[in-house]
């Protein structure tokens, strides 16, 4: 789903970046080190990074890192900073719900049962059929789901770059097991695995909604890794590294890894809106987050238990998720536009 | 070509009694199957000895899983647990209820899917594209039974209010059907609503994918050689572009029927569908692993057989895949 744009399409600005790109020769990284050497006549003084390098010339460049490239290009990107707004703002409501929240998500209004919402900042979202603040239950339900989401992404982004890296550097066993593993996934459905998963090794708490979940996603960023490595590994800068004495794990961490940051970022952002997909269907379908404990699949149950004329109960959590994902896919796609130019999609 | 498939079959084959093993040691090894009858006050000791018995319950997992073979190989998958009920023909009447739901579904989403795809790719960065970039993207970011949901409150609502009925909103036959037009309205009435939540994930993908494969296509070389010698836009973009762009659709379509045959669990849960997945659901609610290995089976046998569709159709289309 990748779109190329042809180098007449771009900005002019990004044009004059790539120019500036093949002019600096601050830190070049690994990868760009053997083309990347441009005819500089004499060597400047090298300083730390983010320095700028005066040349005898009197030519003055700021050496910027790869990484500040990105950054530039991710701000360029409007959508993607809006969204990653958004998603900073939705976490804080979630981090500090117990302040933000008007009430508690249990705590009852006996005269306000199945409240319509109000704009008069009583019930704003309405009331559930036991007269519970269900803008409170959401904010809750929120805080749940993104917790959920951020342990998912984190497990499976470290697993999955882990094996990843083992089974595309080494091969044999382990590149064996995990290709083995993902063919499960050529032949069963990835939720019914889910499903079964969740079904009988216990669910209804977060944490064990989040490790079932996880221990499942890792397998997609795991193939990713390994084909990077697959290929990464008989390039002459890791030769050299070799020749020069460097242990595997100083390759693997120093020299490898940081060529494949930009799509293992990418999907861990990715993972985000997977993950709170996923718990919200397992949650929906009765093999997620159990009650007490407010998550926005489960919302969603209930509101549809309580009967549909009571349409608020339905729409505000569904609504959130949407929220939620839509920023986390708007800010993947700025993420990937700027760490694989090469790759570039059409900018939205 | 032919020992190509005949491998590959034999894999799949491998991968899906290995896959099988698994499963059911992992199932028979956690759950049990009589627990919702041992909290009934009616259910006998006897009969709960009478079902681990017949069922072979109170044998080592391994014996459990070859006579659960015999059983899966001879029989037809054998019965439930609990009632004795043969699963094969249960199984064949919610395959059929998920191929009137999907089949319908997959059509008009190619249909609709591929004509966005090819307008917004020729018409790149025009409002329409854009608009259909915006929407698809909303339609990967909506929970599917949260989409379905909305649905049922607006029809729902609908009914309350204004007393008309257009969509019913759960179940797949409440009254008689009757025959002919009657018949197909009863259909659309019963599946309007699943179907349209089906077509919106899949249009989201397939709008996507096919703007992407058309893009790249209308900017290769041989399609500037086309015009170049002057053929009108017109067949250059139906004759050339667009059937050399519909190419990787074709194996994204096969991958995501064979997935689909597998019943869309969320969908059918919701709209109460005597489908694929929401009989994979209640056989897990009930902790039976009989039921739930047959499903397992006959989805991962389909998914195998669209999987390699996929790629002999992919290498028909397209002959410089080599298969070794």
């Known amino acids: 789903m990748t779109d190329r744009v042809p180098a007449a399409d771009r900005l002019p600005e990004e044009r004059e970046e790539i120019a500036l790109t093949a002019g600096s020769v601050g830190r070049p990284a690994a990868a760009t080190s053997a083309s990347g050497s441009v005819a500089v006549p004499e060597r400047p003084a090298l300083e730390p990074a983010g320095e700028t390098l005066t040349y005898e010339s009197g030519v003055e460049l700021e050496a910027r890192s790869q990484w500040a490239y990105a950054r530039m290009r991710f701000f360029r990107h409007r959508l993607a900073v809006a969204s990653l707004v958004v998603l900073i703002l939705v976490a804080l409501v979630g981090i500090f719900a117990k302040r933000v ?35 409170s239950r959401v904010i809750y339900g929120l805080r749940t789901s993104l917790w959920v989401a951020l342990v998912v992404a984190t497990l499976s982004t470290a697993i999955g770059t882990t094996i990843g890296a083992i089974a595309g550097y080494y091969g044999g066993a382990v590149d064996n097991m995990l290709m083995r593993l993902t063919d499960l996934f050529l032949v069963l459905p990835f939720l019914a695995v889910l499903l079964v998963l969740s079904a009988f090794l216990g669910h209804g708490k977060p944490v064990r909604v989040a490790f079932i979940v996880a221990l499942l996603l890792w397998t997609f960023l795991a193939r990713i890794v390994r084909g990077v490595f697959l290929s990464l590994r008989e390039k002459e800068f890791v030769e050299a590294a070799k020749a020069a004495g460097a242990s595997d794990l100083r390759i693997i961490v120093r020299h490898i890894l940081p060529n494949c940051m930009g799509p293992i970022v990418v999907t861990m952002t990715l993972f985000i809106a997977t993950a709170i997909l996923l718990e919200a269907a397992l949650s929906f379908l009765g093999f997620g ?22 349409w608020w109960l339905v729409t505000f959590p569904g609504l959130v998720i949407v929220i939620i994902c839509l920023a986390v896919n708007f800010v993947g796609d700025g993420l990937r536009d700027a760490l694989d130019p090469t790759q570039r999609r059409t900018r939205a | 070509m032919l020992i190509y498939v005949v491998r590959r079959l034999l894999y799949s084959v491998v991968v899906l009694i290995v896959a099988s093993m698994f499963v059911f040691w992992g199932i028979s090894a956690v759950a049990d199957p009589l627990a919702f009858l041992k909290q009934q006050p009616t ?49 064949k009447r919610v395959l059929g209820h998920t191929l009137q739901l999907v089949i319908v579904a997959e059509l008009l989403a190619i249909l609709i899917g591929v004509g966005i795809g090819v307008y917004s ?22 929970p599917v039974f949260w989409l379905a949901l909305m649905l049922q409150v607006l029809f729902v609502n609908i009914y309350l209010w204004f007393d008309v009925r257009i969509f019913y909103t759960a179940n797949l036959s409440g009254v008689d059907p009757g025959g002919g037009l009657h018949f197909v ?32 296509v209308v900017n290769s070389d041989y399609v500037r050689t086309a015009r170049a010698k002057g053929l009108p836009e017109r067949r250059v973009t139906m004759k050339h572009a667009f059937r050399n762009a519909l190419i990787p659709l074709v194996t ?27 009989y994979f659901i ?36 397209d002959p410089r895949v080599r298969y070794d």
């Open chain 2, 121 to 142: 790719a020729l018409r790149q960065y025009s409002a329409v594209d854009y608009t259909a970039t915006t929407f698809s993207f909303l339609g990967l970011a909506m």
């Open chain 2, 185 to 216: 309205l009863d259909r659309i009435q019963h599946l309007g609503l699943p179907w349209l939540v089906l077509m919106v994930a899949s249009i989201a993908v397939y709008s996507r994918y096919m703007r992407a494969s058309m893009l790249e």
């Open chain 2, 43 to 91: 259910a006998s000791q006897q009969t709960i000895e009478n079902i681990t018995k017949r069922k072979h319950l109170d044998e080592p997992i391994p014996v459990r899983y070859v006579y659960w073979l015999k059983d899966a190989t001879t029989n037809g998958f054998g019965t439930t647990t609990i009632g004795d009920r043969p699963i094969m023909p249960d199984l």
């Open chain 1, 289 to 310: 987050i159990d009650p007490p404990t407010p998550a926005l699949g489960k919302l969603i149950a209930e509101g549809e238990s309580q009967g549909l004329e009571s």
């Open chain 1, 101 to 135: 929240a008007p009430y508690a998500f249990d705590e009852l209004d006996l005269n306000n049962i199945t409240a319509k919402p109000t704009l008069d900042g009583k019930h704003l979202f309405g009331t559930d059929l036991l007269g519970r603040d269900y803008l």
């Open chain 2, 282 to 317: 209640n056989a897990l609610n009930r902790g039976d692993p009989y039921p739930i290995m047959a499903w397992l089976m006959i989805t991962a046998t389909m998914i195998i057989v669209f999987n390699l569709v996929a790629d002999i159709a992919y290498g028909y289309l």
């Open chain 2, 252 to 278: 994204l379509v096969a991958l995501n029927f064979g997935a689909l045959l597998s019943g869309a669990v969320v969908t059918e849960t919701v709209f109460g569908l005597d489908g694929m997945g929401l």
